[in-house]
């Protein structure tokens, strides 16, 4: 690791499969790094005392290695659990990944470094999205390209619902309120809601396909995004089920869509141009903040994302990076094995049949 007056770079020793900033307040600082074989849990905490308006990042970032825990998994995607906490007694991490041979395993890791994995269910294809209840740690949600999203309790390891859909699932994300509130995004365009204590359909919005990619906002619960295509789609589902905006976006497709967890207003869409590219809206004012590009390694793109993303206009940058965009780049990662080449051969074949 090293540290300069504007850039922080990580070192690993293997390619890095997925990385997610734990989004959760007993836990916001952890940084789950997923390589090859190994998690690398790190701690990257800003100093109270001074911001980065006052001082070098070196400054202002400490970084810390909790602990490194083997799992030797092709792993598709990564979501932590609200469950973890190292702000106080008992000290627990807990989060859980979808694998190349599309099993759910939950993961749970006392302070003295003890790893516990159980597997809690699987489906029939890849697995492109995982996502735990904020307000109910035991439930997690899981969507695949078998045309189904399927509901766990995860402290039972069993299945407790299960939603059938018309194309593979891309998203899916909780009300970040309430647990039996639950969004489904299709690849052909559907973004679906749903009470899973009912097992009803609320409400149901459409994109014209392929959909890249669907987030709730966590900090405004009647917003919602969606890339497709070349645009990015905009909702206040209290009011219609119509676009209330939409925009145009410099790529040549949108990938993935975050909202700024504290923040509205912002959103972060990654996307190909020439390679990758990662940039950051202002929502009001439809202004772009920053953009940059990166290149397949995945270790390069966080490099340049943590070096250049971290300072923004009217926004908190104590909180932005360790916040913003958790998983945006899941799809960027090296291939390592044959079985999940095929299926992103599979899924580009299919989405280049839209267009």
Same mark, same amino acid.
């Given at each position: 690791?090293?540290?300069?007056?504007?850039?922080?770079?990580?070192?690993?020793?293997?390619?890095?499969?997925?990385?997610?900033?734990?989004?959760?307040?007993?836990?916001?600082?952890?940084?789950?790094?997923?390589?090859?074989?190994? +998690?690398?849990? *790190?701690?990257?905490?800003?100093?109270?005392?001074?911001?980065?308006? *006052?001082?070098?990042?070196?400054?202002?970032? *400490?970084?810390?290695?909790?602990?490194?825990?083997?799992?030797?998994?092709?792993?598709?995607?990564?979501?932590?659990?609200?469950?973890?906490?190292?702000?106080?007694?008992?000290?627990?991490?807990? +989060?859980?990944?979808?694998?190349?041979?599309?099993?759910?395993?939950?993961?749970?890791?006392?302070?003295?470094?003890?790893?516990?994995?159980?597997?809690? =269910?699987?489906?029939?294809?890849?697995?492109?999205?995982?996502?735990?209840?904020?307000?109910?740690?035991?439930?997690?949600?899981?969507?695949?390209?078998?045309?189904?999203?399927?509901?766990?309790?995860?402290?039972?390891?069993?299945?407790?619902?299960?939603? *059938?859909?018309?194309?593979? =699932?891309?998203?899916?994300?909780?009300?970040?309120?309430?647990?039996?509130?639950?969004?489904?995004?299709?690849?052909?365009?559907?973004?679906?809601?749903?009470?899973?204590?009912?097992?009803?359909?609320?409400?149901?919005?459409?994109?014209?396909?392929?959909?890249?990619?669907?987030?709730?906002?966590?900090?405004?619960?009647?917003?919602?995004?969606?890339?497709?295509?070349?645009?990015?789609?905009?909702?206040?589902?209290?009011?219609?089920?119509?676009?209330?905006?939409?925009?145009?976006?410099?790529?040549?497709?949108?990938?993935?869509?975050?909202?700024?967890?504290?923040?509205?207003?912002?959103?972060?869409?990654?996307?190909?141009?020439?390679?990758?590219?990662?940039?950051?809206?202002?929502?009001?004012?439809?202004?772009?903040?920053?953009?940059?590009? +990166?290149?397949?390694?995945?270790?390069?793109?966080?490099?340049?994302?943590?070096?250049?993303?971290?300072?923004?206009?009217?926004?908190?940058?104590?909180?932005?990076?360790?916040?913003?965009?958790?998983?945006?780049?899941?799809?960027?990662?090296?291939?390592?094995?044959?079985?999940?080449?095929?299926?992103?051969?599979?899924?580009?074949?299919?989405?280049?049949?839209?267009?």
């Amino acid at each position: 690791m090293s540290v300069s007056s504007n850039k922080l770079e990580l070192e690993f020793p293997e390619e890095i499969q997925a990385l997610e900033f734990c989004p959760f307040v007993q836990g916001k600082d952890i940084l789950n790094v997923c390589g090859q074989k190994k +998690f690398y849990l *790190q701690q990257l905490k800003f100093s109270k005392e001074k911001t980065l308006g *006052q001082g070098d990042l070196k400054d202002v970032l *400490q970084v810390k290695d909790l602990m490194v825990v083997f799992h030797g998994r092709d792993v598709s995607h990564l979501t932590w659990s609200p469950n973890t906490n190292i702000s106080h007694t008992p000290r627990c991490i807990e +989060f859980a990944i979808a694998t190349g041979d599309y099993k759910v395993i939950l993961y749970q890791i006392d302070m003295a470094d003890n790893p516990k994995f159980t597997e809690i =269910g699987h489906h029939t294809g890849m697995i492109n999205e995982t996502a735990f209840s904020p307000s109910d740690a035991c439930l997690m949600a899981s969507v695949s390209d078998d045309y189904t999203c399927k509901i766990w309790d995860v402290s039972k390891a069993q299945e407790i619902s299960q939603i *059938q859909l018309r194309s593979p =699932g891309i998203s899916v994300n909780f009300h970040s309120d309430s647990p039996t509130q639950l969004m489904v995004a299709e690849e052909h365009g559907k973004i679906g809601f749903y009470d899973i204590r009912s097992h009803t359909a609320v409400t149901s919005l459409e994109v014209p396909g392929p959909l890249g990619s669907a987030h709730w906002a966590p900090s405004e619960h009647n917003l919602v995004a969606a890339t497709a295509g070349h645009e990015v789609f905009f909702w206040n589902i209290a009011k219609s089920s119509v676009p209330m905006d939409s925009r145009m976006l410099l790529m040549q497709q949108a990938q993935t869509i975050r909202w700024e967890r504290s923040n509205s207003n912002l959103y972060g869409v990654v996307g190909r141009m020439k390679g990758g590219v990662f940039s950051i809206y202002h929502r009001a004012h439809q202004k772009m903040i920053r953009e940059l590009s +990166f290149y397949q390694n995945r270790r390069d793109s966080f490099k340049r994302i943590y070096e250049d993303s971290y300072k923004h206009e009217g926004t908190n940058p104590k909180r932005t990076q360790l916040a913003l965009f958790s998983s945006t780049l899941r799809n960027k990662q090296p291939i390592q094995s044959l079985s999940l080449l095929s299926k992103r051969i599979e899924r580009f074949l299919r989405v280049t049949a839209y267009q």
